[in-house]
């Protein structure tokens, strides 16, 4: 197992209750790489990243988070949750939520000089510098997000998860975030979710359609198969490109090499539902 | 009002030892009901608190009909809050089973429990009455050197794990994610608002313990930013509950318990009041709105 795999997945399929939700997944990001998800609402994006974190378990499939499970491994890795069902009362300052990023550092004890170090960091990084000793509570939505990705830079990651980090912004302060990311993606391998693949397509190196299955592909070879201009917005909201499986995860030939997706670039069916 | 205690506060012992009581709660009550506050769980230092009376019954059967003399009612109390902790904890974890069935079997088991044990105990029925509703004038100097013992491992281990203890309050998915075994943390807290409870219970009883344990510090964090701030107001204000109950009752002969949680109560709709004008003058301003 090379150890510059960030994350694998294989043949993992994933549903609630009765809905099968991602079907016959196999991905490998490797580490350096920038890679965006897309696809339609419900298509299990979020679902995905869950899965890599360990939040969720596979039905099927195996997945490893730097060669480990994902639980074993996931301090490894920075979370940016779109949105956090937290008490919007909560007393805390913003140095209190970004130094939560380091929580896990020493046993026992208050956090240390390192720790505020890295947190002012992480702040100056966002574009929070200043706002430290600010109310949590008190912050709009878009400060409030760009203080979880200052826990998330705080902990120092190896990787970052991103889930819709331009959703809350203006667009002004979206370019800068994924300036920031650019920046960052020179030591840190990064994936994150977006609705709006035209804005991060000059950043990222790739791109992972989600619908029930997922592919991936170089951002180049995308562009190549003519889904550049106009037909970005199909892409993003309508109909991410790729084939759609019958065959359940539960049928006893799943997973075998006749079952993999064959990549559907330039197909423009939608992914239908189970 | 009050100057009667005063006058009798150098002559009876026993009002040193409920004033010495009331601080030492009160420190407790403060650090401990920041967490309770800041995660929302006041319904669990319900159940905790009622589960205690199960253990107080068994350590008062065990006396009396049996002759262990060691396990006196704080034991028994103790016992209890640390077991009530652990059921919760195990039982909750990771969405296992739902939060409040377990919390109201908690609450309810530890009620009958009590007055089962107090059944089958001669002569202690009237008793009941002080543990529901407290009797702060009973304490003893042994109570108060347990409740100081109790008073250090809760400042310390609130110190010692204050970090996770916030993040834990926060967003317990966050600390999960973080690597950090968010069931022993839940614990370890539960098992500090066990003792936060034992402790109140010497001043106000279990039925009351709720108000004392969230209203200081829900008091607390209408003015403060952080947490540490929540708990310091925390403090001061079960204090002057507290001490301010204790006071008030005496001379009139009121039951102290209930002085107390009337004052507590009180105070907060007053502090409330208060916090709203305070916010509505800023808006005026323009200001954020946040006071401090």
């Given at each position: 197992m090379s150890s510059s795999r960030v994350i694998e997945i294989e043949d993992v399929c994933f549903g609630y209750e009765y809905q099968e939700v991602l079907h016959n997944i196999s991905l490998t990001l490797e580490e350096g790489q920038f890679a965006v998800m897309v696809g339609p609402n419900g298509g299990g994006k979020t679902t995905l990243l869950r899965l890599m974190l360990g939040l969720l378990t596979p039905r099927y499939g195996r997945i490893r988070l730097f060669g480990q499970a994902?639980?074993?491994?996931?301090h490894l890795a920075g979370y940016v949750p779109q949105s956090l069902h937290y008490d919007a009362q909560f007393p805390a300052s913003v140095e209190d939520v970004v130094l939560m990023g380091r929580v896990e550092r020493h046993w026992l004890g208050p956090y240390r000089r390192a720790d505020r170090t890295a947190a002012a960091s992480a702040m100056e990084q966002v574009g929070l510098g200043g706002y430290g000793r600010r109310p949590f509570r008190a912050l709009s939505g878009g400060e409030r997000q760009r203080v979880l990705m200052a826990r998330a830079l705080a902990s120092e990651p190896r990787l970052l998860l991103l889930d819709e980090p331009g959703a809350n912004l203006d667009p002004g302060s979206g370019r800068q975030v994924y300036e920031l990311l650019r920046e960052l993606n020179r030591r840190v391998t990064i994936l994150l979710v977006s609705h709006n693949l035209?804005?991060?397509?000059?950043?990222?190196?790739?791109?992972?359609?989600?619908?029930?299955?997922?592919?991936?592909?170089?951002?180049?070879?995308?562009?190549?198969?003519?889904?550049?201009?106009?037909?970005?917005?199909?892409?993003?909201?309508?109909?991410?490109?790729?084939?759609?499986?019958?065959?359940?995860?539960?049928?006893?030939?799943?997973?075998?090499?006749?079952?993999?997706?064959a990549c559907g670039c330039g197909h423009s069916q939608p992914a239908g539902r189970a | 009002m009050g100057g009667l205690f005063f006058q009798h506060l150098a002559e009876f012992s026993y009002l040193r030892l409920a004033l010495a009581a009331s601080v030492l709660a009160s420190i407790a009550c403060g650090v401990t009901g920041g967490y309770v506050v800041a995660r929302r769980r006041s319904y669990l230092v319900g159940a905790m608190s009622h589960a205690l009376l199960g253990g107080v019954g068994l350590a008062r059967y065990l006396q009396v009909v049996h002759g262990v003399a060691w396990f006196t009612p704080m034991v028994g109390a103790l016992l209890a809050a640390v077991l009530a902790a652990t059921v919760i904890s195990v039982m909750t974890v990771g969405g296992r089973m739902r939060e409040d069935t377990i919390l109201s079997a908690v609450w309810t088991l530890g009620v009958a429990a009590g007055v089962s044990f107090i059944a089958a105990t001669p002569g202690y029925a009237e008793d009941l009455?002080?543990?529901?509703?407290?009797?702060?004038?009973?304490?003893?100097?042994?109570?108060?050197?347990?409740?100081?013992?109790?008073?250090?491992?809760?400042?310390?281990?609130?110190?010692?794990?204050?970090?996770?203890?916030?993040?834990?309050?926060?967003?317990?998915?966050?600390?999960?994610?973080?690597?950090?075994?968010?069931?022993?943390?839940?614990?370890?807290?539960?098992?500090l608002i066990g003792m936060t409870v034992v402790l109140l219970t010497q001043v106000v009883g279990v039925v009351l313990v709720l108000a004392l344990l969230v209203l200081p510090s829900a008091a607390g964090a209408l003015f403060a930013r952080r947490l540490p701030g929540v708990m310091l107001a925390g403090v001061g204000m079960s204090m002057l509950f507290c001490v301010g109950g204790l006071v008030v009752s005496y001379g009139p002969g009121w039951p102290v318990g209930a002085t107390i949680v009337e004052l507590a109560v009180g105070g907060y709709v007053l502090l409330y009041v208060a916090h709203g004008a305070f916010v509505r003058r800023r808006r005026g301003k323009g200001a954020s709105g946040y006071p401090l």
């Open positions: 994902p639980e074993m491994a996931r035209k804005v991060v397509a000059s950043y990222v190196s790739h791109v992972i359609c989600v619908n029930r299955t997922a592919d991936m592909h170089r951002i180049d070879d995308v562009g190549r198969t003519g889904l550049a201009g106009g037909e970005w917005v199909q892409l993003n909201h309508v109909s991410c490109p790729v084939a759609v499986h019958d065959e359940d995860c539960s049928s006893p030939h799943h997973g075998a090499a006749g079952s993999q997706p | 009455n002080s543990y529901l509703f407290g009797n702060i004038l009973l304490v003893s100097v042994s109570d108060l050197w347990m409740m100081a013992v109790l008073d250090v491992v809760i400042l310390l281990t609130a110190w010692l794990l204050h970090a996770r203890f916030v993040a834990l309050c926060f967003h317990e998915e966050g600390l999960l994610l973080r690597g950090v075994g968010v069931a022993w943390v839940s614990w370890v807290l539960h098992v």
